[in-house]
């Protein structure tokens, strides 16, 4: 060790105090009640604030508060080359969503309709979206604090390296309840480091989905879940529940040949030794992980890598980043299209001209969670039925997207997996710090998953899978006529698209933002970014022979993945 980090371990402490590193605890996953101290407050009235367990504004002051990612960067963990195989951590995190929790617009707007919905309520959305910020008190009393307004720049920097880096193991479930080392060790996979800036120590927690688990897992505090009749269920209403998806599915299994952690997925070793550290005695490592943190909103990367090129942006202009943030974005849709399988089935070997075909599509998740997962926020997933004719010629049979306005075109036969929140006799909304009621939720299960109380499936069933949990895949019976003057052969093809958000709900947030102009810039991006178009996650296709009137159609074959 050197003398520099002697030095620093004996003037602050080389013990972390409380659940340290290296400390696992053992709990069973539970539905989460949380009690709250602030009560529902009506529009206009003064902020309440919500109180739960966990590190709390001004818990650091008598330590060592959490250091700005950029200065993370600038010491060691940066290449300056986010595109390189020698990337280091910030290059590729600071390009995730991870990185850009306080400067995503939709995030923004979203959080000023909450915080006009509940004073308040922006306190506790802002613990997740900025540690930095909420630690250190700078989310709440002042004046717009609960909206972001009394941030300093670091704090933008949303879930940056020592939120991660100094949480300790804790049993709290959900809602940003971490807890955070007092010192100025930082916790990973490795006991032993060398850094001129900070001691380190090992932790399991770095490994452990719960540490993910603790802001991918929210339920509102204040709101009772009510059911279709509006009675109170005695849960609180869930709004993510990314992490009880994996966690009661086969992957969370450590016996199961599939078990996987989100780190596995979300965090992808590199094929081969590499480091983490630009230190000139940081060590080699076996397989290190990517700090890439990719997820699926290409788009909103996209925007943001369109923000870097904006003068308007202040200090977020950075032109040489956007490239990353195209990266970053090209990196998302890689995890989309490993998200689902896609296949035909029941389909006839030939068929006569306008005869009327009957085929299945099944799509099958073989991701760790829902798909869509997270937040409603309009996103979704469905799927496109096409026919091609033999020259080419191709028509939408369901499942059509309007590119000029933006929407999908509804029909009979239309496939979609989406979550619909609002409020008990009202239907559905978007007014995310008022629901209470889950109207509609057709995502599609993990496998193996056997959802809580309160986190069922609403408008579709999806019985029968594996050992009694939920099914992980579903069939989807299409008709359609095969036109009378086909020649040859027809092609029927299915896709899956997915859709980050919808242009009714980022129309309904520019409407409804009366308090400061997120909603309108949040508008003027999607407008200028492709309205976030769908994208093709994955598809499917056989061809059908088309020939004179036959008696026989022939035999049902399986089309596999294309």
């Not at 509006?230 to 994996?246: A, I, K, N, Q, V």
């Amino acid at each position: 060790m050197s003398e520099r980090l002697r030095a620093r371990r004996g003037s602050r402490g080389g013990r972390v105090g409380g659940n340290g590193g290296g400390v696992t605890a053992r709990w069973s996953v539970l539905p989460v009640v949380f009690a709250a101290c602030a009560a529902l407050t009506p529009r206009g009235a003064a902020a309440q604030y919500i109180d739960l367990p966990g590190a709390q504004p001004g818990a650091l002051d008598g330590g060592i508060p959490l250091e700005s990612a950029r200065q993370c960067g600038v010491s060691c963990h940066a290449s300056g080359d986010p595109g390189s195989p020698d990337a280091m951590p910030q290059d590729t995190w600071q390009t995730s969503m991870m990185g850009n929790t306080l400067r995503d617009p939709l995030f923004l707007a979203a959080l000023t309709v909450a915080e006009q919905d509940r004073a308040g309520i922006g306190d506790w959305c802002l613990r997740c979206h900025t540690p930095h910020g909420f630690v250190g008190g700078r989310t709440r009393g002042a004046p717009g604090a609960a909206r972001g307004e009394a941030l300093e720049p670091e704090d933008r920097d949303g879930v940056s390296c020592d939120s991660c880096h100094r949480m300790t193991p804790t049993t709290n479930v959900g809602n940003a309840q971490y807890e955070l080392s007092p010192t100025d060790v930082r916790f990973g996979p490795h006991a032993e480091i060398e850094s001129s800036r900070h001691l380190g120590a090992r932790s399991e927690w770095m490994a452990d989905s719960r540490m993910c688990g603790v802001c991918h897992e929210v339920s509102n505090p204040l709101l009772p879940q009510r059911d279709a009749e509006g009675r109170d269920t005695g849960r609180r209403f869930p709004l993510d529940t990314t992490y009880g998806e994996w966690s009661r599915s086969v992957y969370a299994d450590p016996s199961s040949p599939d078990a996987q952690t989100c780190q596995d997925c979300h965090m992808p070793r590199i094929a081969g030794p590499g480091r983490t550290s630009t230190y000139e005695t940081a060590r080699t490592r076996a397989q290190p992980r990517r700090h890439t943190f990719a997820g699926a909103n290409a788009w909103g990367l996209r925007v943001l890598g369109a923000m870097r090129m904006d003068l308007t942006t202040g200090e977020f202009y950075d032109p040489e980043l956007a490239p990353a943030y195209e990266a970053g974005a090209q990196r998302a849709e890689a995890m989309l299209r490993s998200a689902l399988r896609l296949e035909l089935r029941e389909v006839p070997e030939a068929v006569s001209p306008g005869a009327r075909v009957t085929v299945v599509a099944r799509v099958t998740n073989v991701s760790g969670h829902r798909v869509p997962t997270g937040y409603a926020d309009g996103r979704r997933v469905w799927l496109e039925l096409a026919r091609v004719d033999a020259e080419g010629r191709e028509t939408v049979l369901s499942g059509a997207y309007n590119t000029a306005e933006a929407r999908l075109v509804e029909d009979p036969q239309l496939a979609r997996y989406e979550a619909w929140h609002g409020r008990a006799g009202m239907g559905r909304g978007e007014h995310i710090a008022l629901h209470d009621t889950v109207i509609r939720d057709t995502r599609l299960p993990p496998r193996g998953y056997r959802p809580l109380p309160g986190h069922e499936p609403v408008g579709v069933d999806y019985s029968g899978g594996e050992a009694g949990a939920l099914r992980h895949w579903d069939d989807r019976r299409y008709t359609f006529e095969v036109p009378a003057d086909a020649r040859g052969s027809v092609t029927v093809r299915v896709r899956a698209m997915y859709q980050v958000t919808t242009r009714a709900y980022v129309e309904f947030l520019a409407a409804e933002n009366r308090t400061d102009a997120r909603g309108r810039d949040l508008l003027a991006r999607y407008n200028a970014t492709g309205r976030a178009a769908p994208f093709t996650m994955v598809e499917a296709s056989t061809r059908i022979a088309v020939g004179a009137p036959v008696t026989d159609a022939g035999s049902a074959v399986d089309a596999g993945r294309v």
